[in-house]
């Protein structure tokens, strides 16, 4: 699987949109982005995915550059309880279960 | 709708212990599959489990074992237990066609 490169940390107003990015200049034709978050001490939750076109869904928007080398993962109106670490991580569709997260982006959110 | 379930959420084991992990995958999910995460790490991959098959395995020694039973649950464990394997140990299942995981709250594993 393609490695990805993301920032150690973020921070982000209340109320404001954040934008996450993610770097995976080695990313393979058939692999997806996803983008998982883990709030503190809890399991992991998936956000969303993406192959080539745009995604948006009730959590967040994902958009992915036309090379697909960089995404951005875009929570519009970040909460508090948006404060977590963000995963980017590319996979193909064989082997989906076997996720390699690196360390992610630590978002957080300031009232 | 129950999501993964996992057992226990906390315990504390003494090195050269044994240790069984549990792990309940959503109602209809076929798929279970088994992450160790220490502190300050992301998770990383152990075991995958598809209709009682392993059907991948991460870089864990050979103490590092699991199954999957008829109703789709899964069991990991750990034999000789070392002070680096205290870590959080997650479960999650999948079930769909669109590859996405499903986690557990995960058990915590503190071996002194």
């Known amino acids: 699987d393609a490695k990805t490169t993301q920032p150690t940390s973020m921070d982000c107003a209340e109320g404001r949109a954040a934008n996450l990015p993610c770097n995976h200049s080695t990313i393979s034709g058939n692999e997806y982005v996803y983008w998982y978050r883990q709030i503190h001490s809890q399991g992991p939750q998936y956000i969303i995915h993406?192959?080539?076109n745009n995604e948006t869904n009730e959590m967040a928007s994902l958009i992915i550059t036309e090379d697909r080398k960089s995404s951005t993962l875009i929570l519009p109106h970040a909460t508090l309880r948006d404060t977590a670490v963000y995963y980017c991580?590319?996979?193909?569709?064989?082997?989906?279960?076997?996720?390699?997260f690196g360390k992610g982006t630590l978002l957080t959110v300031n009232p | 709708d129950a999501g993964v379930t996992q057992s226990p959420t906390h315990l504390i084991k003494t090195r050269g212990q044994h240790v069984t992990l549990r792990c309940s995958p959503i109602?209809?999910?076929?798929?279970v599959s088994w992450y160790q995460q220490v502190l300050g790490q992301g998770p990383q991959f152990i075991f995958q489990?598809?209709?009682?098959?392993?059907?991948g395995r991460g870089n864990f020694p050979d103490r590092f074992s699991a199954r999957q039973f008829p109703n789709y649950s899964s069991e990991l464990n750990v034999n000789a237990l070392l002070l680096g394997d205290s870590a959080l140990y997650l479960c999650a299942s999948s079930g769909g066609l669109t590859g996405e995981l499903f986690f557990g709250e995960g058990s915590r594993l503190t071996v002194l």
């Open positions: 993406g192959l080539k």
């Open positions: 109602s209809g999910h076929k798929s």
């Open positions: 489990y598809y209709e009682k098959e392993e059907r």
């Open positions: 991580i590319v996979s193909s569709g064989g082997s989906n279960y076997k996720l390699t």
